[in-house]
């Protein structure tokens, strides 16, 4: 069983940058591809960044490419989501998420296993 906790969330102004952690409980998360999703109200989950057990491979979604960053520190079972140049758009509730069935990053939410209980981002324009 795999536990998730994100911590970062907060209000920043447009241009400003964030930094989500996701702590992972059980040392097999050290081995599963990690996700990070967004939900903003009224909206569908929508795929962000991915990134492989190893960290050697990483996947973005368009809207966040160039401006938002993927990482982990598998001694610390903790995946980041570094977020600069933020925008009003990127407000929402940002989820991490943990694929115990691949190593290799996917953007497909309901291929993930375990879920965060998700952390506010709220960017003032």
């Known amino acids: 069983q795999v536990q998730l906790v994100e911590s970062g969330g907060g209000l920043v102004q447009a241009g400003g940058s964030l930094r989500l952690s996701c702590a992972a409980t059980g040392r097999a998360a050290t081995t599963y591809a990690m996700g990070w999703f967004r939900q903003a109200p009224g909206k569908e989950r929508e795929f962000v960044a991915a990134?492989?057990?190893?960290?050697?491979?990483?996947y973005y979604a368009d809207s966040v490419k160039g401006r938002f960053t993927v990482s982990r520190d598998n001694a610390k079972n903790t995946v980041y989501l570094q977020m600069n140049s933020l925008k009003a758009e990127d407000t929402a509730v940002y989820y991490c998420a943990a694929d115990r069935d691949r190593s290799h990053p996917i953007r497909a939410w309901y291929e993930y296993d375990y879920w965060g209980q998700g952390t506010q981002v709220t960017v003032s324009s």
């Open positions: 990134i492989s057990w190893s960290g050697d491979s990483t």
